[in-house]
């Protein structure tokens, strides 16, 4: 496998997760896809009219040669689900991303103690103070934090983190030159000098609502559990719980008020199986 032509063909938004399986499983080594007309990709690759032009004209009009100078010019780096230095357990997931986009030290993402953090982007202050109780012990031992720099809970984890002089690992929903939201443009910064930045997201690629269902997934898969602090029923907070589920992992949730709105989803998690959280060492008791 190629990788800067992996890459190459990964920066064409035309493209989803499945239609790339496809491509690779029909062309692995990607090297008779740059040779074909609009015609023979739709034939070879299963792929509608409109599909097929858009990455006919994106391997016409761009160079992979330019794609990789302007990560370099951007201090971003790339890997891909084949190579070695990929996160260990995100690999182990359904549908992996093929290529990630980083800023930062990748080997934060290879380390044994991290933990996945999501909640409410409006947080009440009972909800910071019992995420810091529980969160605050492990940073301080060296646990990774990994959240998705989204307002509220991902915030303060991160925060509490950069604070601490620990390592944590922000997955955004945008490319990485498109932080989202902006106003945790400095944060980002900050997390890629002590941990890393990273998405799934060609670098220049804006925030679409149904990208971050997508990053969650990641999110998740990252580490071998996710603590849910703060969410609502309807929330990303607790779709990303399912997907930890679905992918094998623990769910912890820190309980809260039943009469906050705020922790019906964290309660509700608890109600069907999620591990109560009140301090640390109901996280390290479980074995990690």
Not at 43 to 67: P, V
Not at 105 to 129: C, E, F, H, Y
Not at 210 to 231: C, D, Q, Y
Request: with cysteine.
């Amino acid at each position: 496998m190629d990788k800067e032509r992996l890459i190459f063909l990964h920066h064409c938004e035309a493209l989803t997760w499945n239609q790339i399986r496809s491509i690779l499983e029909v062309d692995p080594n990607l090297i008779e896809i740059f040779s074909m007309d609009v015609r023979r990709l739709m034939m070879s690759f299963s792929l509608s009219e409109q599909t097929a032009k858009r990455l006919y004209d994106h391997m016409n009009q761009k160079k992979s040669t330019y794609i990789m100078k302007n990560l370099m010019k951007h201090s971003i780096s790339a890997v891909t689900v084949f190579d070695d230095d990929y996160p260990i357990y995100l690999k182990t997931i359904y549908d992996p991303p093929w290529v990630l986009y980083g800023q930062g030290d990748w080997s934060t993402l290879n380390q044994v103690k991290m933990i996945s953090v999501v909640g409410t982007r409006n947080p009440s202050k009972q909800g910071k103070q019992a995420l810091q109780k529980v969160l605050e012990p492990l940073v301080k031992n060296g646990w990774i934090v990994i959240s998705g720099l989204a307002k509220g809970i991902d915030t303060f984890a991160h925060e509490l983190c950069i604070h601490s002089g620990s390592e944590t690992a922000a997955v955004l929903g945008s490319g990485i030159m498109q932080i989202y939201p902006k106003e945790n443009k400095e944060l980002a910064k900050q997390i890629s000098l002590q941990g890393i930045v990273l998405s799934e997201f060609s670098p220049s690629v804006t925030p679409k609502r149904w990208h971050f269902p997508m990053r969650n997934r990641i999110i998740s898969g990252l580490s071998k559990a996710t603590l849910v602090a703060e969410a609502r029923t309807q929330s990303g907070s607790l779709i990303t719980a399912d997907q930890a589920l679905e992918q094998g992992r623990d769910v912890f949730a820190i309980p809260g008020s039943i009469l906050e709105e705020c922790s019906d989803g964290t309660n509700f998690l608890i109600q069907n199986g999620a591990k109560l959280v009140m301090n640390a060492d109901d996280i390290l008791n479980e074995g990690f």
